[in-house]
């Protein structure tokens, strides 16, 4: 019974949640009032494990939820109720998409999209930048305007435009070696 | 059957690394999509990402599914899907059946916040390919940083930038102003 819950529980916050792995919080709160799944200390380690951890921060938290509800078949079946209502709704887009691309409404939409996508994409790089290559909450700390660079990371920063730039080796490839790198200096 | 298991295993790369959300997976799309297998050009990836964004669902998501599609239609949507969200599935039942080990491991930490720097690197030179690609003139130029502006300095949802960027377009066109 609870993996039914868990299925109808997360087909709904994927039809409803617009925008991505954070919006899907309020729907989770939510949950959590309604049938006690996990408490809200639990929900606040599960967002920063899954905001740290590879893969869609909203894929994540639905396998945790579902894994602490209900152990690895919950977390398989919150997982796939999330993405039901994705594979329907964007097979059926794609669908009509794919046939009106070539529409002069289609295009001049597009037009105005790609540039703000982009924006979109920065702004997320941004965000990543803000927390891994400054320390604003030392600087507050310290008072001192160099705290708030985190010289180490920004001196890796450098490399990696440097490098990436001259080899246009795999990405996985330089995030495998920003990782070993963090370790050996200790980064964070 | 080949085409299928293909689908399953470049979106399972791009699951497993994506640090820090569906943009963050950007470079790894553009090299595994775009670059490696040509399933999808660079203009087509950017409209994914924005029907993905306005659509129902997780953005990485959507855009996996979006993918399998084009290349194979349901099928493939649902194997593209299950290879994204496939790595999730393993890392996180392992780290939730380990909590604290994970959350107390130094290593770990570091070894994230060496990532996260390769991550901004690696966006900042998307960007750059998908501005080459997107921004065409003044009109691309003001959308590309009102978006920017709006999304890293307020709390207005993406999505009302999605409608407000496509509606400029449409209006745009109305007048003319849109090149070819």
């Given amino acids: 019974m609870i993996y039914l819950y868990l299925y109808f529980e997360y087909f709904k916050i ?19 009032q309604k049938y006690g799944w996990v408490t809200s200390q639990e929900l606040v380690d599960m967002i920063a494990i899954s905001e740290s951890t590879p893969g869609p921060i909203g894929v994540n938290m639905a396998t945790y939820v579902g894994f602490q509800t209900a152990g690895i078949g919950g977390a398989v079946i919150a997982t796939l109720g999330l993405v039901t209502p994705s594979v329907i709704v964007i097979v059926i887009i794609a669908h009509y998409f794919m046939r009106f691309a070539e529409e002069p409404l289609v295009k001049a939409g597009f037009y105005g999209l790609r540039p703000a996508v982009t924006g979109l994409i920065a ?66 | ?104 491991n130094q290593t770990v930490q570091h070894a994230f916040a060496g990532i996260r720097v390769a991550v901004v690197a690696l966006v900042v030179n998307a960007v750059v390919r998908m501005w080459k690609k997107s921004v065409k003139d003044l009109v691309g130029i003001i959308l590309f940083i009102l978006a920017f502006l709006v999304i890293a300095f307020t709390r207005i949802s993406p999505i009302i930038i999605i409608f407000v960027s496509a509606a400029t377009g449409i209006l745009l066109s109305y007048r003319g102003a849109v090149k070819e």
Avoid: C
């Fill in chain 2, 1 to 104: 059957m080949k085409e299928l298991w293909e689908l399953f295993s470049v979106f399972f790369r791009i699951g497993a690394f994506t640090f820090g959300g569906g943009y963050a997976m950007l470079p790894i799309i553009q090299r595994e999509v775009v670059e490696k297998r040509g399933w999808a050009s660079d203009e087509e990836v950017i409209d994914y990402y924005a029907i993905g964004q306005s659509t129902p669902g997780i953005i990485a998501v959507n855009t996996a599914t979006f993918i399998g599609y084009k290349k194979k239609g349901l099928i493939g949507a649902i194997f593209a899907t299950l290879g994204m969200i496939s790595p999730s599935l393993v890392i996180i039942t392992i780290i939730a059946s380990s909590f604290m080990h994970f959350k107390d």
């Fill in chain 1, 123 to 188: 702004a997320a790089g941004f965000e990543v930048a803000r927390v891994s290559l400054f320390n604003l909450q030392e600087y507050l700390d310290t008072r001192k305007i160099l705290d708030i660079f985190d010289l180490k990371a920004i001196v890796l920063f450098g490399i990696l435009m440097f490098v990436t730039n001259k080899y246009k080796k795999h990405p996985i490839i330089y995030l495998i070696a920003a990782g070993v790198v963090g370790v050996i200096f200790k980064f964070g």
């Fill in chain 1, 14 to 32: 994927g039809l409803f949640a617009i925008g991505g792995g954070l919006a899907t919080i309020p729907f989770l709160q939510e949950l959590i």
